[in-house]
């Protein structure tokens, strides 16, 4: 793509591009995003809604940074599935 360029007119292309796509990346990955009630009650319509007594839980691509509270919602939960998601370190 600079090959037919001069180099100052390369170099804008550059930073342009990186000034353009940087931002949306960093806006991807700089939100906090739990488990909600919501997501968890969504999940469990094969029980009626209800999540006491739910013992399997899949919240694939929920973009799930943090898995808080379950313990409280969901006190038979057996299985926990959680692929696809951006969750940094699981225990303290």
């Given amino acids: 793509m600079c090959a037919d360029m001069g180099p ?4 804008n292309v550059i930073l342009r591009y ?3 796509q940087m931002p949306l990346i960093i806006s991807i990955y700089s939100f ?3 488990v909600t009630l919501e ?3 969504k999940r469990a319509e094969h029980n009626e809604g209800e999540i ?3 013992e399997e839980l899949a919240l694939h691509q929920e973009r ?3 898995i808080e509270n379950l ?3 969901c006190r038979e939960l057996k299985i926990l599935l959680l692929q696809n998601n951006l969750i940094p370190k699981i225990g303290k």
């Fill in 39 to 41: 997501m968890v009650r």
């Fill in 64 to 66: 799930i940074t943090r």
């Fill in 18 to 20: 990186y000034t353009v």
């Fill in 71 to 73: 313990d409280k919602w």
């Fill in 52 to 54: 006491r007594t739910l």
């Fill in 32 to 34: 906090i995003n739990s």
């Fill in 8 to 11: 100052s007119k390369c170099t």
